[in-house]
């Protein structure tokens, strides 16, 4: 099983660490839907918004005093690129979603100049997802989703919304942007959803 030989072998063999149509790139491409906006910091909020409308809101300060973890992680876009040992700072979802009461299933995530995108509550927590704020040492550049993005890396790269402004929970799933034009639903790189079809 491929979980299996990439938990033994990794992180030392970096033909274990691409996913099956991926090749590597030592850069950071950029890639947006549209232009990259602007939010004065001042005016910044991250929001969770429950399945019963409770509303739990971080200022850019509440933001960046909350505890930061600073995850190395392997990102994989659906456009075939990988990179990997990507350094990051940022807040664990986890630490977000103690303050939330919720029985909701399913996630839509919202930004800062209108993306979205869908995945399931489970794959923001136990450890798997940032809000993110730093990168490689320096605060995250605004083409790469500054000041701050979600950062999701087991999943292909276009769940790490940029730009992030909240998150809403629901019972029920909703497709976001590149979901509802094709795209797979879930997008795990290691079994190639890619397509709706995959
Ligand atoms: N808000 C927003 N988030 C986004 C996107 C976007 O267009 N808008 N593109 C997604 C896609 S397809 C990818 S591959 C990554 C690219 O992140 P990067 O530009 O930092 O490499 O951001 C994802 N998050
Ligand atoms: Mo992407």
Redesign the pocket.
């Known amino acids: 099983m491929t979980v299996f030989s990439r938990g033994f072998r990794g992180k030392h063999h970096r033909d274990d660490r691409l996913p099956p149509g991926q090749y590597l790139t030592q850069g950071?491409?950029?890639?947006?839907?549209?232009p990259t906006p602007r939010i004065p910091l001042d005016r910044w909020e991250f929001a969770i918004d429950t399945e019963t409308e409770q509303v739990h809101r971080w200022s850019w300060e509440e933001l960046t005093a909350l505890p930061s973890e600073t995850p190395t992680v392997d990102i994989h876009?659906?456009?075939s690129w990988s990179k990997l040992d990507t350094r990051w700072r940022g807040v664990s979802l986890d630490v977000l979603f103690e303050r939330v009461e919720t029985a909701a299933d399913y996630a839509l995530v919202y930004?800062y100049?209108g993306?979205t995108t869908n995945l399931p509550l489970e794959d923001l927590l136990d450890g798997k997802a940032w809000i993110a704020y730093g990168y490689d040492g320096h605060e995250l550049a605004p083409?790469?989703?500054g000041p701050a993005?979600l950062l999701v890396p087991h999943l292909y790269?276009?769940k790490?919304?940029?730009?992030v402004r909240g998150i809403r929970l629901l019972h029920q799933d909703h497709p976001g942007l590149?979901e509802s034009a094709g795209y797979h639903n879930y997008g795990d790189p290691w079994r190639e959803q890619r397509y709706a079809d995959d």
């Open positions: 950071f491409p950029v890639l947006s839907a549209g876009c659906v456009t930004c100049g993306y083409q790469h989703g993005r790269f276009w790490s919304a940029k730009w590149w």
